[in-house]
């Protein structure tokens, strides 16, 4: 068992990470996750680390200038909390609990290699089951339902573009509110309006296909149009620290997709 401790001028506040998976809260009748089931079962080992982790870690994370300082709130240790959104198996969150901070990971489904690695790799590595578009609903660990409590660090890798935009503003405006302010980091990258599937398949909104895939009949992507994400972002009260979009980030396997990168902090 992991424990920490947030202490401010007001109250002490103590919530536990455990290796005993999992919390479930509130979940969807039907599961839109048929592809990454599908997917991940398919998979036997943790694949290392997205490159986008990496990025993160020694530009935002590590850097002294930048450190995450906590100013609004006063813990009596030094951990540093990421809560990782759409984890998958969670090879990122793995590579930040190993890197020294607690994480929580959440995604809408369980993958058998989450609980693997959370149950015997990393006792800083938490996973709740749960819907990124109602992480406000999600009550375990304590640390979700504390509202003086707050994220170091809130990292959407490659899930934005899974999701409909009234989720993918749901999941932002709830990172708004558990990022800490000034030195806290909402981290994104997402498939671009630019990546060369865009327009594969049956278009079934604003940006959005579905398209066949060897683990769905319709795994539905909505690619990104990066101005309209930082207009977002700014409009929910977020400034940038980092914004581009190119290929050679996010090379898997063949793919080379053109991404979008988004780091922000919050203002006030
Ligand atoms: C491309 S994978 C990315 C996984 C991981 N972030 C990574 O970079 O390796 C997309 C993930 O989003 C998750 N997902 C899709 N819709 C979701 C939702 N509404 N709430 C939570 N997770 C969701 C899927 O289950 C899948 O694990």
């Known amino acids: ?14 919530h536990e990470f455990t290796n005993s998976l999992s919390c479930r809260n509130e979940m ?7 592809h990454w089931s599908a997917f991940y079962q398919q998979q036997s080992i943790l ?25 609004n709130v006063n813990r009596r240790n030094s951990k540093k909390y990421i809560l990782d959104v759409a984890c998958g198996t969670g090879r990122d969150s793995l590579f930040f609990a190993e890197s020294g901070y607690d994480v929580i990971g959440v995604d809408l489904s369980a993958q058998p290699l989450v609980k693997d690695q959370t149950t015997s790799k ?8 749960g819907d990124m578009g109602k992480l406000h609903l999600i009550q375990e660990p304590s640390c979700f339902a504390d509202p003086e409590f707050f994220f ?6 490659f899930c934005l573009h899974s999701v409909p935009p ?11 509110t558990k990022l800490a302010v000034n030195n806290g980091v909402l981290c994104i990258e997402a498939r671009s309006v630019k990546d060369d599937l865009y327009g594969k398949g049956v278009r079934v909104g604003e940006h959005a296909y579905e398209a066949t895939t060897k683990q ?4 539905y992507r909505r690619f990104i149009v ?15 620290l980092f914004v581009g979009e190119q290929n050679g980030w996010a090379e898997y396997g063949n793919e080379d997709p053109v991404v979008v990168r988004v780091v922000a902090k919050r203002e006030v």
């Open 166 to 176: 009234d989720v993918q503003t749901a999941a932002l405006r709830y990172a708004h």
């Open 28 to 34: 969807p009748e039907a599961s839109p996750c048929d």
């Open 152 to 157: 170091d660090a809130i990292y959407f890798r």
């Open 1 to 14: 068992m992991c424990t920490f401790t947030v202490k401010n001028n007001q109250s002490n506040f103590r």
């Open 226 to 240: 990066l101005d309209d994400l930082v207009l977002e972002l700014k409009q929910l009260g977020f400034s940038m």
């Open 216 to 219: 769905s009949p319709a795994h």
């Open 122 to 129: 990393s006792s800083s590595w938490r996973f709740v089951q």
């Open 47 to 71: 694949e290392p680390p997205s490159a986008f982790a990496r990025f993160v870690a020694e530009s935002f994370l590590q850097n002294e200038n930048q450190s995450l300082k906590l100013s």
